[in-house]
């Protein structure tokens, strides 16, 4: 048998159980088998995609877990034709709520029934703009679907390994349109040609492996090479982690950034986009995009900050109130819970707990909708009429004295069911829980 046969026939199986075998299989590379078998793994929950295409080589393990999810690369995607579409020809602008959002579900799709590269899924469109250059390549998930609404690309990646990978794959997945450089990212920009977009994704982990937190700590560093990427690009697309201070980033790059883009999927917040231009000149948009899975649906909240102060509904009480609301990862790391409540017609719980009231449903609330059954106080007669019947239920604590575990050792609920208790705090100081179930 050979690597290649191996890896086809037992792609589905345990890895672990698979290297305890190896001995069975003297004539396959089984390094490189078990890595090709769990790169394919990965990409079929994470990059569909990808896995349905026979042939393409996946990259060792942590390359596959940092690399960009199929929604949120084609939330890249949707938003690079967007501006193409804006800056190329004004007249064919594109809202960007149909855009981003409806087309973003296409990436979650699991079903066998997938286009034949991923270049198909853009034959309605004609936006096609000239050129982009990806500086940080890596294992090219980005850049396989952003250079789909460009003429031409090029990929720019130092590590030699993920060149020829990349290099392989491109081909299969039906992007002809691409050249891949292996150089270093700001020694290329020095050389490369103007250019409709730049992309750049730089490594947040510094020379001893630990985290970064500020732009300019990244590497490259972003803040230093402003001046060459707004020169070198009508725009530039930055994708940050989203534990850095969005407000911090924009400030740092100096007035040139347009749109903030937080991209949640499956209730994490995934990553922070930034897109810079000089060509166009407007206020600054934050877009939060919630991109749908499986079961869910998607949404996206635009604001713009600094705007005239909203006016909030803060009426409701929260011991009346018939439904609660949770926003979503998206508008938690935004901060935007005063636009949010305006826009909506909500009262929030408190300044601090982050949670809404309305007295009737809330369609399309960017996050969850609950019913509220009962509301009760932390008084033990209280709490024992309130819980009485329920013996498993998911619980969250905002703002609130307790964590989950202490609250649920102290209340002796199980995790689970379809019960959801909110524990928080009212804005007159009152320690209350709200007992709900899912709207929807």
């Known amino acids: 048998m050979t690597t290649a046969e191996f890896i086809r026939e037992y792609r589905e199986r345990d890895i672990r159980q698979l290297a305890l075998q190896a001995n069975r299989f003297p004539d396959v590379d089984m390094p490189y088998a078990l890595d090709q078998i769990q790169g394919w793994q990965i990409a079929r929950r994470k990059l569909p995609k990808w896995a349905a295409c026979d042939g393409v080589i996946f990259p060792p393990h942590l390359s596959m877990e940092q690399c960009s999810s199929e929604p949120t690369a084609q939330y890249k995607l949707n938003l690079a034709m967007e501006w193409t579409c804006r800056i190329e020809s004004s007249e064919n602008e594109v809202e960007s709520s149909e855009l981003r959002v ?51 690309a090029t990929y720019v990646e130092r590590n030699e390994q ?92 100096h007035g040139t950034v347009r749109e903030v883009h937080i991209v949640s999927v499956g209730g994490e917040c995934k990553e922070l986009l930034l897109v810079l231009s000089t060509v166009v000149e407007s206020e600054l ?118 964590t989950v575990a202490e609250l649920r050792k102290r209340l002796k609920i199980k995790d689970g069911g379809d019960v959801y208790i909110f524990a928080t705090t009212t804005a007159e100081g009152e320690h209350l829980l709200l007992i709900s179930r899912k709207y929807r």
């Open 162 to 253: 993920l060149c020829h990978i990349v290099e392989h794959n491109l081909p299969l997945l039906g992007l002809n349109n691409a050249t891949v450089v292996c150089a270093d990212a700001v020694e290329y920009l020095s050389t490369v040609e103007p250019q409709t977009m730049l992309f750049l994704d730089p490594a947040r982990r510094d020379e001893h492996g630990a985290k970064t937190v500020m732009l300019a700590d990244c590497t490259p560093d972003v803040v230093q090479l402003l001046p060459q990427l707004l020169e070198k690009s009508r725009f530039t697309m930055l994708k940050l982690s989203p534990m850095l201070d969005w407000h911090k980033a924009v400030d740092d790059l």
């Open 102 to 152: 409806e087309n973003s579900a296409e990436g979650v799709d699991n079903s066998s029934e997938q286009p034949a590269t991923l270049n198909s899924q853009l034959s309605t469109h004609n936006c096609y703009a000239p050129r982009i250059t990806d500086l940080t390549g890596g294992f090219g998930v980005d850049f396989s679907f952003t250079s789909c609404a460009f003429a031409a």
């Open 285 to 402: 948009k934050v877009y939060c995009a919630d991109l749908s899975t499986a079961s869910d649906t998607s949404s996206l909240f635009v604001y713009t900050p600094g705007s005239s102060a909203p006016v909030v509904n803060s009426k409701l009480k929260t011991q009346n109130s018939k439904f609660v609301h949770e926003p979503n990862a998206s508008i938690m790391k935004a901060g935007c819970f005063d636009e949010l409540a305006a826009a909506y017609g909500v009262s929030p719980v408190s300044r601090n707990s982050h949670l809404f009231l309305s007295d009737e449903p809330v369609e399309d609330f960017p996050g969850r909708s609950f019913v509220v059954e009962r509301v009760t106080t932390m008084n033990k007669s209280e709490l024992r009429k309130a819980l009485a019947g329920i013996a498993k239920a998911n619980i969250a604590t905002r703002n609130f004295p307790l």
